[in-house]
């Protein structure tokens, strides 16, 4: 197992002190990811412990609106002017409190979600971050699948290369969330749909006598499922939303290729 | 009062609205596929294609795409993007469009309208790595090493997709293992 590997699992691991068995033979003989696996741990535990100042930006804004007005003190008889003054005055101070107030409430919760929490904690660890466009082992990877798919006419070793492609893009999509990137990783999660609807299940449909195929890239795909709702669980809202589409689409893939093996036992 | 009050209104609708377009900013539908979705996308034609020559003509669609952007990155001077690309190119030319068209030569007979388009494709392949090569060579990067063992390989992947395509050249070993199958 190669080092880049066995780190990629265990920051996709639920637990990452209970590392899986392969994954725990490699620590046992590289010091330097057992050394990395010891810092990741120490960042887990430390993580809930990070203190975050509780926000009142809410209340006070609510305060603001459901104050009661006041009933207007009756106009004075003399200088009225100095008076329409005055309410302008508070009024602009009132607008200039709720644009601030809404501007720094944004900026809070930004600063506060999840995804920037994790993405901070991330920032010490090796993750290389991906540019969709840029990055030249991505592209190179979903070369190779579309040249093994070029050479093979062969509809057992097509839907295994598809099942590649699939681990391919999954394994994209978790180098994207960790490096805070929503719109490339919500691009990833809708091809890695295609994949799985488009060309596995297609695939799949015309494959005969292919039942422990099918089961197999079933299995994959429910790894892929488990792995992307843990996953989004951990991050905020932008970046967990693709993630969970990428569950969706890997769990209907994982059902549709149990039923199929099954009409195919039948 | 009135108009204070709706002032201060105006003020807090002109903040939302511009939260409204920050977010709306960054939540864009992304103006994908680029190349891994252009993949993503051949890839799934590729499943489906038993024909060797179709699978030739999206290969060679593939390479013509690289060939474009080894052209553009080569006119601008960018090093790293030309030689990725280029790289890419090689790749397609050889494992892609002259695979194909080794399995096709094989399959289609003599002299039939098959082998005639064996031919061509292998023909638009030669060009394109042409037109790769050239806008290599007169890039204004030229003389980077990297820039010049990038022209190499493109003509060495012209050569051996023309073998191929004759029915000539090496089954790569991986490609062996996969056949077993």
């Keep these: 197992m190669k080092c880049a590997d066995c780190r990629q699992r265990l920051l996709l691991a639920e637990n990452p002190s209970d590392a899986d068995p392969e994954c725990a033979g490699h620590l046992s003989l590289c010091a330097a990811c057992k050394a990395w696996h010891g810092q990741l741990l120490t960042i887990e535990r ?8 509780a926000s009142k930006g809410d209340d006070q804004l609510k305060r603001l609106f459901l104050l009661p007005l006041e009933p207007a003190p009756a106009p004075a008889p003399t200088r009225p002017i100095r008076r329409v003054r005055k309410y302008f005055m508070a009024a602009l101070a009132l607008g200039v409190l709720i644009a601030t107030g809404l501007i ?14 994790m993405n901070d904690v991330l920032v010490q660890q090796p993750v290389k971050p991906v540019a969709l466009e840029e990055d030249h082992e991505l592209v190179l990877k979903v070369l190779d699948c579309n040249l093994e798919l070029a050479q093979t006419k062969n509809p057992r070793t097509r839907v295994e290369i598809l099942g590649k492609l699939a681990d391919v893009l999954s394994g994209a999509s978790a180098s994207l969330v960790k490096a805070g990137k929503p719109t490339e ?49 951990t991050v905020g809202a932008e970046l967990a939303e693709p993630m969970r589409q990428i569950a969706l689409a890997s769990r209907e893939g994982a059902r549709g290729l149990r039923d199929l093996s099954k009409e195919g036992a039948e | 009062m009135k108009r204070s009050i709706l002032f201060a209104f105006g003020l807090a609708c002109l903040a939302l609205s511009w939260f409204d377009d920050s977010s709306r900013a960054e939540t864009a539908v992304p103006s994908m596929p680029g190349m891994v979705g252009i993949l993503v996308d051949a890839a799934l034609e590729l499943s489906e294609a038993d024909d060797p020559l179709v699978r030739a003509r999206i290969c060679q669609r593939l390479a013509d795409r690289m060939s474009r952007e080894v052209q553009d990155s080569a006119k601008k001077g960018e090093v790293k993007r030309a030689t990725s690309y280029g790289q890419y190119l090689e790749l397609v030319l050889v494992e892609g469009v002259g695979e194909t068209l080794r399995q096709a030569h094989q399959e289609v007979p003599a002299n039939s309208p098959q082998s005639a388009e064996v031919e061509l494709l292998s023909q638009q392949a030669s060009s394109v790595a042409g037109s790769a090569e050239k806008s290599l060579e007169t890039s204004a990067a030229q003389d980077q090493p990297a ?7 493109i003509q060495e992947a012209k050569k051996e997709t023309e073998n191929r395509s004759q029915g000539k050249g090496k089954m790569p070993g991986w490609m062996k293992k996969g056949k077993k199958k």
């Design chain 1, 185 to 233: 990783l919500r691009a990833v999660a809708e091809l890695y749909g295609k994949v799985i609807r488009d060309g596995i299940l297609g695939r799949a449909k015309v494959l005969e006598d292919g039942r422990e195929t099918l089961l197999e890239a079933a299995q994959k795909l429910e790894l892929h499922a488990s792995a992307s709702t843990a996953l989004a669980k």
């Design chain 1, 104 to 117: 720094l409430g944004d900026w809070a919760v930004r600063r506060m979600s999840p995804a920037t929490k």
């Design chain 2, 147 to 153: 820039m010049k063992e990038a022209v190499l390989k």
């Design chain 1, 46 to 53: 430390h993580v809930p412990l990070l203190p975050v100042p």
